[in-house]
């Protein structure tokens, strides 16, 4: 089946850095793929979808300054969080559907993002 | 409002046979996913349903109704490796997926 990887699979900043999460479509195109940020013992709270060639549609809540998001490629989205926070530590979580097909949903293995 | 509510946990013995209801209120309806998530992992897919009626997949089935708004995962056999929360997702009128809070499915021996 389809492969979705994300990079890095953990990672630990001190607070006050910017953290960039790569989330990649190995074996097909994506024109739109998901962010997703998961807190312990919760659902997957859409934070964004990223549009290859355009600006990201944040959720309501969603600070764009502070989660930049850049699709630069029909394979390729990343995710920045700038000036980390302690409160922004969680699991982060890309999803994509083939361009073809919009009822698959490929995730990505998730990026646990620990700010000290 | 958009809205999926599942059970918060439920717990059955290895070997029996348990079934997570899902009911979903949303704005369009373009299919209705399950998935299964371990902790500490993304969820894997599980099932997909779009018309009405019983998908059956090895141990795992899903049923869905449209017209009530109701769907429910069918699991078999159980294993304790089938410990996890299991999150219903509706696919809405924009294709984005709304989920549920998740199940959390304990099993014991």
């Known amino acids: 089946g389809a492969v979705v990887s994300q990079h890095p699979s953990w990672v630990i900043c001190k607070s006050g850095t910017s953290v960039k999460i790569e989330c990649r479509s190995l074996?097909?195109?994506?024109?739109?793929m998901f962010w997703y940020r998961q807190f312990p013992k919760q659902s997957l709270m859409l934070m964004a979808t990223?549009?290859?060639?355009?600006?990201?549609?944040?959720e309501q809540g969603v600070e764009k300054d502070k989660f930049l998001i850049n699709h630069a490629s029909l394979t390729l989205s990343t995710l920045t969080v700038t000036s980390a926070h302690p409160e922004d530590s969680s699991f982060y979580i890309c999803?994509?559907?083939?361009?073809?097909?919009?009822?698959?949903?490929?995730f990505g293995p998730g990026t646990r993002l620990t700010v000290l | 409002g958009q809205n999926i509510d599942q059970p918060t946990e439920m717990t059955a013995t290895e070997g029996a046979i348990v079934q997570i209801n899902c009911t979903y209120q949303?704005?369009?309806?373009?299919?209705l996913f399950w998935y299964q998530q371990h902790a500490g992992e993304a969820p894997t897919f599980l099932s997909y349903?779009?018309l009405d009626g019983l998908e059956e997949k090895g141990r795992f089935s899903s049923f869905l109704s449209r017209s009530k708004g109701y769907s429910y995962l069918l699991l078999k056999e159980l294993q304790m490796k089938d410990s996890a929360s299991y999150l219903c997702?509706?696919?809405?009128?924009?294709?984005?997926?709304?989920w549920g809070a998740g199940t959390k499915l304990i099993i014991k021996p």
């Open positions: 999803s994509a559907p083939p361009s073809s097909d919009y009822n698959e949903q490929f």
């Open positions: 074996d097909f195109q994506a024109t739109t």
């Open positions: 990223s549009n290859e060639g355009s600006k990201a549609t944040y």
């Open positions: 949303t704005s369009g309806f373009n299919g």
């Open positions: 349903n779009v």
């Open positions: 997702a509706v696919s809405d009128s924009n294709y984005q997926l709304i």
